[in-house]
């Protein structure tokens, strides 16, 4: 795994866009695997203004999202189908975009189809992730096979209290959502991890020096033969080998910069 450490938050997001601009540069018709949540807001931001002057285009790209709240149709304010369109689809052309559908009735067949659909478009390039203060990536919460696959999942009482700023209440958080699970993400090409803020420092360090375990499912990352983690300070503020991981990167060869 490599493990990028960047001063604040912003750079974060400079660092994760260009990884993005590599990619569709190399590959218009990318598959990419796309998160929720607070921390990527800024990097969708930065892709809506490279899009706006020309630099990247998602007009040949399928994207697929990574979870969705069971129960919440895809126009409720909190669903994460409108997170997507307020931060990035109603800004920019894309070929195609996939999300779990909260309302589906046959949750089994809907969550078949969305692995089968991924499979068809032959696969994801670059997944994008944040990363769960209690460890979790997409919404596999700690206990998650590694192996699992795009399925229902019961949220914990942590998930449920940190998600719940963006609901009037925590008991408006719904408790089930459909996630890909960590089986599913493992077979994406390139995983990109995100985790900025003081609040991800534990998680961050088990995912990345503890043990590989379903107790902290983004640890099974440490088995992707592509993973890059792109951290601030505060988040990296636990890890051992820091020092090494920044030789790393100011000792990387010019051609896999972004
Ligand atoms: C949710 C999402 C995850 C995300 C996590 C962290 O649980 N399902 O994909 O990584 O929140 O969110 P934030 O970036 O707001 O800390």
């Given at each position: 795994m490599e493990v990028i450490i960047k001063p604040n938050p912003e750079e974060v997001s400079r660092e994760a866009a260009g990884l993005f601009r590599r990619q569709l540069r190399r590959k218009p018709d990318s598959v990419l695997g796309l998160a929720t949540g607070s921390t990527p807001v800024e990097l969708y931001r930065k892709l809506v203004a490279m899009v706006r002057c020309g630099e990247?285009?998602?007009?040949?790209a399928t994207c697929f999202n990574l979870d969705e709240y069971a129960g919440?149709?895809?126009?409720?304010?909190?669903?994460y189908a409108c997170f997507m369109r307020e931060h990035l689809f109603s800004h920019i052309r894309v070929a195609q975009w996939f999300i779990p559908d909260g309302?589906?009735?046959d949750v089994a067949t809907h969550c078949e189809e969305y692995e089968y659909r991924i499979r068809d478009c032959g696969g994801i390039d670059l997944q994008l992730l944040g990363i769960g203060?209690?460890?979790?990536?997409?919404?596999?919460?700690?206990?998650?096979?590694?192996?699992?696959?795009t399925r229902i999942k019961t949220l914990t009482a942590r998930t449920v209290a940190d998600n719940a700023?963006?609901?009037?209440?925590?008991?408006?958080?719904?408790r089930h959502v459909i996630t890909m699970g960590v089986g599913t993400i493992m077979e994406a090409r390139h995983c990109l991890v995100l985790a900025t803020g003081e609040s991800k420092a534990a998680a961050v360090a088990a995912m990345v020096?503890?043990?590989?375990t379903a107790s902290v499912p983004?640890?099974?990352?440490?088995?992707?033969?592509v993973c890059t983690l792109v951290v601030d300070e505060a988040a990296a503020?636990?890890?051992?080998?820091t020092e090494y991981y920044r030789w790393v990167y100011d000792n990387k060869p010019s051609w896999q910069r972004p």
């Open positions: 990247v285009s998602f007009a040949h919440l149709p895809a126009d409720h304010p909190r669903s309302l589906a009735k203060s209690d460890g979790h990536i997409g919404f596999n919460e700690p206990g998650s096979s590694l192996a699992s696959r700023r963006f609901f009037d209440s925590a008991e408006a958080v719904p020096e503890g043990p590989v983004a640890s099974a990352l440490q088995m992707h033969p503020k636990l890890l051992q080998r």
